[in-house]
């Protein structure tokens, strides 16, 4: 007699032991009911069962004598009877947290991030090595966010059409490829269009597959720990610039991108750790050309957003490349690629019209909630790049701090980011996460504000420095625990999974319109200050004011403005004026970005009443309904 011959011969006499345990199986979260999987010890999948039957009936699952544990939940409206497997196999009523899956994703995560920082510190190396200019350095930042972004919806797509973990391990081959080639360029060329466009296009397979999975493999409460976790892990890419800057000292630039290679194959190696799931495979043609428009519309929105401080507002800069009709091209790329998305989201609606794919579905612009999650992802990145743009150049060219001084901020930052992103979820599971959203945009916007008062005319005050990076930390990790679940909460199971890749497109015009928006009032507010009141400064002869008109102003010390006016004949008096008119424009722009900051991540707080409280309901029978399975794919 098989074992599933045994089993049922037992039911009868069983009848008493299994409502007993239908009840435990009824007590599960409501947001972890569904299908019942079963996992040989070997790893292999064995089908899953799903009891589910009308009050007093009862269901049946069997499991091979071998396994450990046999698990049937049925939905919490319909009583069910479990019958366990053989006594020697103890059954569980529910299923613990998954470490390991959330460590592998973490680690991806924090791929991506350490990247950029490698690049960061190699820019003395590039210089050096290969003949790097400060624009191409320039470029070599821009690059990847720029081709991440523009791809990330598509990854989006290809990941709910040809599976989240085969486009998760892709990205990271690519990713691993492309340190190679940075490792191993003979030319700045190569380096740019070959390794970090290759990083580029694997970061936009990777991080949407990270947020496509957690849909898949966790369920209820487990579900919105885990978007915590990915949340913490920008807390704990802090770390990566220091242990980075360790190797580059030690073995030089070549070596640390090949370390960063090393990194990518062994979270490429750990991916087959990751449990196995079902997810329907779409059947629905590629929708080519939605990738085609979202990626350029993308692009030229990207590009022409963060170029605004290097090419100009509208009178175009030395540093322009082509002006269009006489102006910087900055805006009109920008503007361009916002028509572009409009004639996506026009075209997606034909598409889904159709029965087809959507690469940017409906539900992701026209339910409320899902806006209000995806500004809180774009706000915290905005927030970032605030930091970045306002905070480490101010103390690193004005105040004369160290680099190594102003990279221990990243850890004042990274620790409560860290700690309230994962915390949140695990220890408070029942705060509202329209309240704790509310509560980290006005957190960010106070850290803004401490910030703002941290810096003066040539310098700036520690411990407000360190205040205003402590509450940074409270404030994104505070909104980074409920950001991403929060939209996945009010989709459809597979709009959920696919919508990683809008969150992390999100968090890509986030950040450029953080840096390009304050960066454009921290550099216009300067020079225009400083031409304004030297034109008004009776001690300025007309000739100096209007030769200033030639003179472009960057943020940095007195010493720095002192050589960009060293062209200009003038006095000393005049000179030792506009030294004093600089550095009080300097500090007034500062504040003055640091205030549009505040303000534009408290008017995310206009969206937040849409975030309802609760954890999503799919539909009965959803197509996008699946279960993590023990076991390897």
Known sequence: MNNNQQVRAAQPARASQAKTTASAANARPAGN????????????????TTASAPAGATATAAAPAAAPATAVAAPAAAPATAVAAPAAAPATAAARFLILPIIVLILAQMGATGDNGALSLATASLTSELGATTAQI?????????????FMIAGGLAGTMVGWKKTFRGGILLCALGEVVLALAPSMALFIWGGRVLVGLGASFMIPSVLGLIPLIYQ?????????????????SALLPLALGVVMQVAGMHITFLALAGYFAIVFAASFTLPAIEQPRERAGFDGVGVALAASGLFLLLIGLSSISSWGLVTPLSTAPFTILGISPALPMAAAGIVVLGILVAYERRVEARGGIAVLPSAFLTTPQVRAGLVACALTFFFMGAQSILMAPYLQLVAGWSPVAVGTISIVTGVPTFALALGIPKFMPQASPRRVIQAGYVAMAAALGIMAFSVTEN?????????????????????????????????PEREASQSGGIQSTMRNVGQALGVALLGAVLIFGITGTVRSRAAADASISPRVSSALSGVSIDLGSNRTFEDEIAGIPMTDDERKELVSIEATARLDAVRMAYAVGGAVVLAGLITTPAIRDGERRDPAGSAGSTKAKGGRS
Do not use: C
């Not at 996992?39 to 064995?46: D, Q, Y």
């Not at 411990?463 to 994104?476: C, F, N, S």
């Open 33 to 48: 009911s569904g299908a019942a999987s079963v996992a040989t010890p070997g790893g292999a999948e064995s089908p899953a």
């Open 220 to 236: 209820g409460h487990d579900r919105v720990i885990a978007f915590g976790a990915i949340g913490a892990a920008s807390g704990l």
């Open 138 to 150: 320039q470029l070599a930042n821009m690059i990847y966010p720029l081709v991440g972004g523009a």
């Open 459 to 491: 310098g700036a005050s520690a411990p407000l420095v360190y205040l205003g990076a402590l509450m940074a930390g409270v404030g994104a990790g505070t909104v980074s625990a409920h950001a991403s679940n929060v939209v996945a909460m009010a989709l």
